[in-house]
């Protein structure tokens, strides 16, 4: 039987490895944390719900980073209502990780501009897609990417979505006994406790 986690029945290292795996996920594209689903409200205020690439978690900031089209409903969902909601779950590691929070758009500010210059060509491309996100299609291929040599085209359609998280939830499934915790962000930092799982 493999031995239990550090931050089994350890409050303070629960919430240490909820951020070092959410950082882990987002510099590894094979972790469970890559690829999050993220919620906001459609303009109808009915849930949406569609998965997204996690490219920053910064601990220090209580902040998550992904990236979207500013033509696509996410991002104006995100301008129309703030609130948003992440879950992933790694099966390998057996641990699900929620937060809830407000997302800031970022198009032509700092954020925005150092989101860019890091994001490889490959990413670059999908933002010059031409229709955009959404737009209804003739058929499954009809539409186009520019060459990758103008990569920079989709710099105007691009945006940083900033999560500010506001309350996380760790839940570590191990059949010795689950352990779940949750914290919420207070003007002191973080205050949380153990949950029934």
Same mark, same amino acid.
């Given at each position: ?6 931050? +089994? ?26 690829l ?48 948003c ?16 929070g ?7 500010d ?9 994001? &490889?060509?490959?990413? &670059?491309?999908? +933002? $010059? ?10 058929? $499954?291929?009809? +539409? ?9 085209? $989709? ?16 839940l +570590? ?19 949380? $406790?153990?949950?029934?799982?």
């Amino acid at each position: 039987m493999s031995p239990l986690p550090p931050f +089994y029945d350890d409050l303070d290292a629960t919430l240490a490895a909820l951020w070092r795996l959410l950082a882990e996920g987002a510099a590894h594209g094979r972790s469970g944390f890559h690829l999050p689903a993220l919620a906001t409200l459609g303009a109808d205020g009915r849930p949406r719900l569609r998965t997204v690439v996690l490219r920053a978690a910064d601990r220090a900031t209580g902040t998550l980073r992904l990236h979207c089209d500013r033509r696509s409903d996410k991002a104006a969902e995100v301008l129309a209502n703030p609130a948003c909601a992440l879950s992933a779950y790694d099966g390998e590691a057996n641990v699900q990780i929620r937060i809830e929070g407000r997302a800031s758009l970022h198009t032509g500010d700092a954020a925005a501009d150092a989101a860019w210059a890091g994001s &490889r060509a490959m990413s &670059r491309v999908c +933002y $010059g897609a031409e229709p955009g996100p959404g737009t209804a299609l003739p058929a $499954g291929g009809a +539409y186009a990417l520019p060459d990758p040599e103008d990569a920079a085209l $989709g710099r105007p359609h691009f945006a940083a979505v900033i999560v500010r998280a506001e309350a996380l939830d760790f839940l +570590y499934l191990d059949r010795r006994g689950h352990r779940r915790a949750g914290w919420r962000r207070a003007e002191a930092g973080w205050s949380g $406790g153990w949950l029934a799982p």
